[in-house]
């Protein structure tokens, strides 16, 4: 089988396809495959262990086929851009097909968010601006659908974030060039009102901690964020996104420390000293 050939056309002796089919043979079925297919080693990456119908992540909420999850979780266990690229191409051929004929059904619409969310990390350019901005696009969809649907809420609170920390040039260029007007939207109060709305109502996904965290942390608020950076550690790592969350909270955690530390102790050198230079003026603004 080619790469790049949608497997779901040789799933069986009979050619049935495992889109729209969430039992436990199918996915059993996906592991297996995709371990023919070369990504045995993707699938045991960074100490995740291999990746399992019964290790169902937080974000894969009621109505995610298997067949998709599997191959998002697959795709963030790899360093191998190529690799990833293709498992996430392949997670959008499987999202495509669940959710086709069913404009009404939010999880799998909400699935192809996922995937979309997935393949503008992993992009560049153009490609990367027009991926986002169609993600963008599903999930107004989704909250047109469910205005009070959760993970819709994070996945648009991650993206405006997203577009407001790239620069200004950036920005208009993708916004104005490249296609992604849809994007203008974006603002870090609204990324703010959607990635708060979704801790509160999914507080179980350690991703709405940490991207509410970085949030908060990006917006010179270190102390909350740290607060909140600790909602993450008490959460089940049952899978490779969420080790990656676990992980990066660490990270994060150990850096924002060390930069409060540092602000406390300027503060204290600014009270004890004064501002009595045009130096010392400069430092404790």
Known sequence: MRLGQPFLEC????????VGTIGRLNTTALVAMLMLMGFSS??????????????RPAWAVDGVPDTVWILVEASWTTDDQDRRKDLLNQAEIQARAASE????????RFALAVVLMSRADAEGGRTRVRTSS????????????DPQYAPAHHLMGRLYAGVRRTNRVTRWIATHLLGGGALKKATWQAAE?????????????SDHH????????DTDRLQLALQELEHVFPRPVVSPMERRVWQEALEVKEEWGRKLAREAERELGCRRVGPRT??????CE
């Open 11 to 18: 799933a069986s002796p009979e050619r049935v396809p495992f």
């Open 42 to 55: 993707t699938l045991f990456a960074q100490g995740t262990g291999p990746i399992s119908p019964d290790g």
């Open 101 to 108: 004929g069913r404009p009404q059904d939010v999880a799998r």
């Open 134 to 145: 169609e993600f963008h696009g599903e999930l107004e969809a989704i909250l047109e659908l």
């Open 193 to 205: 009102e959607y990635l708060s709305f979704a801790e509160q109502q999914a507080p179980e996904v």
């Open 210 to 217: 940490l991207q509410l965290a970085t949030l908060y942390a």
């Open 278 to 283: 045009r130096r010392h003026r400069a430092a």
